[in-house]
């Protein structure tokens, strides 16, 4: 398409839809007929030149909010409505709502913590260009894989860098080897180092929780075997939060597995100011649970028939 065709095209999109002039309106001023002008807008749309975005942050449950906010250790909640009945667009719509806050905490010269998984590589896609300086972006866990399984894992790290200007830091190794030893041997690394450093001055962290009741994503990147994944359930395992198992109150499930993380520990975590919990799906309700009463989240993005289910059910 040659580029006045793209400026005719973005011409009528603007006068549509940021000056609110009727298709009959564009015709006339355009010299062309309403039908034309109706083609032209389509167009546009399927080019990614015009995106529609549904806003229904007005319709947040304050009460529900409020409710969360006094039923867990956290500072804000942000609820998110059901309004189609389809697990994907929920997914999106949430977090959509915690990229809406970004600018809001995002500072010049800060450090972000984040990790990966489906909802995190939900999230990522979305993300806007965010004006920035000085923004350094580090995994909260090693992504390498054993298995022929895709974490996104650095996708996302690009993706958060790219949001901000900023530089990405990986860490390069699994977010779990098989002897603890391997860790404090991995950490000599100057990266690895490096990174594990910068977390203690991490300022926010963006991250979701894994339940067990599927295989977790450290399962099926092969980084724990099926014999300790059954054990792990049952002895009471409730699911994972960056690459840290937990028990039901939200701490390390078990001391000596945990010693196998390559990456900061879940105290580290915990002590990182801002923590946006991002979750979506009542069959998560668990690991919610623990991880908010644990003390893993400041800000939780939730959609509301699961912060229905974690108000209702007895953990």
Same mark, same amino acid.
């Given at each position: 398409?040659?580029?006045?065709?793209?400026?005719?095209?973005?011409?009528?999109?603007?006068?549509?839809?940021?000056?609110?002039?009727?298709?009959?309106?564009?015709?006339?001023?355009?010299?062309?007929?309403?039908?034309?002008?109706?083609?032209?807008?389509?167009?546009?749309?399927?080019?990614?030149?015009?995106?529609?975005?549904?806003?229904?942050?007005?319709?947040?449950?304050? =009460? $529900?909010?409020? +409710?969360?906010?006094? #039923?867990?250790?956290?500072?804000? /909640?942000? @609820?998110?409505?059901?309004?189609?009945?389809?697990?994907?667009?929920?997914?999106?719509?949430?977090?959509?709502?915690?990229?809406?806050?970004?600018?809001?905490?995002?500072?010049?010269?800060?450090?972000?913590?984040?990790?990966?998984?489906?909802?995190?590589?939900?999230?990522?896609?979305?993300?806007?260009?965010?004006?920035?300086?000085?923004?350094?972006?580090?995994?909260?866990?090693?992504?390498?894989?054993?298995?022929?399984?895709?974490?996104?894992?650095?996708?996302?790290?690009?993706?958060?860098?790219?949001?901000?200007?900023?530089?990405?830091?990986?860490?390069?190794?699994?977010?779990?080897?098989?002897?603890?030893?391997?860790?404090? =041997? $991995?950490?000599? +690394?100057?990266?690895? #180092?490096?990174?594990?450093?910068? /977390?203690? @001055?991490?300022?926010?962290?963006?991250?979701?929780?894994?339940?067990?009741?599927?295989?977790?994503?450290?399962?099926?990147?092969?980084?724990?075997?099926?014999?300790?994944?059954?054990?792990?359930?049952?002895?009471?395992?409730?699911?994972?939060?960056?690459?840290?198992?937990?028990?039901?109150?939200?701490?390390?499930?078990?001391?000596?597995?945990?010693?196998?993380?390559?990456?900061?520990?879940?105290?580290?975590?915990?002590?990182?100011?801002?923590?946006?919990?991002?979750?979506?799906?009542?069959?998560?309700?668990?690991?919610?649970?623990?991880?908010?009463?644990?003390?893993?989240?400041?800000?939780?993005?939730?959609?509301?028939?699961? =912060?229905?289910?974690?108000?209702?059910?007895?953990?």
């Amino acid at each position: 398409m040659d580029t006045n065709k793209i400026t005719q095209m973005i011409r009528i999109a603007k006068m549509h839809y940021e000056l609110n002039r009727t298709q009959l309106e564009i015709a006339k001023k355009e010299g062309i007929s309403k039908a034309t002008v109706s083609r032209i807008l389509k167009s546009a749309m399927d080019k990614g030149i015009i995106e529609v975005r549904i806003k229904d942050s007005i319709l947040n449950d304050t =009460a $529900l909010e409020k +409710d969360l906010i006094d #039923a867990y250790p956290i500072k804000r /909640a942000v @609820i998110v409505p059901d309004l189609v009945e389809n697990e994907q667009i929920l997914l999106q719509d949430v977090c959509a709502a915690l990229i809406d806050d970004l600018p809001r905490y995002i500072k010049n010269d800060s450090v972000i913590g984040v990790f990966y998984g489906h909802t995190l590589t939900a999230l990522a896609r979305q993300l806007p260009k965010i004006k920035r300086k000085g923004v350094s972006v580090i995994q909260l866990a090693g992504g390498f894989s054993r298995a022929v399984y895709e974490s996104n894992s650095l996708s996302i790290l690009r993706s958060f860098a790219d949001c901000f200007g900023g530089t990405a830091y990986q860490i390069p190794a699994p977010a779990m080897v098989e002897k603890p030893f391997i860790v404090e =041997a $991995l950490k000599q +690394d100057s990266q690895i #180092a490096k990174v594990c450093d910068m /977390a203690e @001055i991490c300022e926010t962290a963006i991250f979701s929780v894994g339940n067990l009741e599927r295989p977790s994503i450290l399962y099926e990147m092969g980084l724990i075997t099926s014999i300790e994944y059954q054990d792990m359930i049952h002895r009471g395992a409730i699911g994972d939060c960056c690459s840290h198992f937990l028990n039901k109150n939200g701490d390390v499930f078990d001391e000596t597995m945990d010693a196998r993380v390559v990456g900061p520990s879940l105290e580290t975590i915990k002590k990182i100011p801002n923590k946006m919990l991002v979750v979506s799906g009542k069959k998560k309700a668990a690991v919610i649970h623990a991880a908010l009463k644990g003390g893993l989240a400041d800000s939780l993005y939730i959609d509301s028939p699961t =912060a229905e289910e974690l108000l209702k059910k007895q953990f």
